[in-house]
């Protein structure tokens, strides 16, 4: 899947398939996370949840609205540990 590179601190890059409702995330980390059954609002909001801003507040979207709520398969595992807790299942 395409991703396109988003402004974030905690995000790198979001890739989104509306055929297939799949998001894709590669987070700064350099994880990969691929969310199956994900429907297009909830992609707008994660997408318009992002920005430059020091609290990482982008990631609370993605905490209550993507992680736990669809089916996730690990892409690429992290190569650093930035987001202990946060992307564990």
Request: hydrophobic residues 35%; contains cysteine; aromatic residues 12%.
């Amino acid at each position: 899947m395409d991703r396109e590179i988003v402004v974030s601190v905690s995000v790198r890059a979001v890739g989104y398939d509306k055929d297939t409702s799949t998001l894709e995330i590669e987070f700064c980390d350099s994880s990969i996370y691929r969310y199956s059954g994900v429907p297009e609002e909830v992609f707008a909001g994660f997408m318009n949840s992002m920005g430059l801003n020091l609290e990482k507040t982008d990631l609370k979207y993605f905490t209550q609205h993507i992680k736990g709520q669809y089916q996730q398969k690990t892409i690429r595992r992290p190569r650093l540990n930035l987001f202990k807790g946060v992307l564990d299942t």
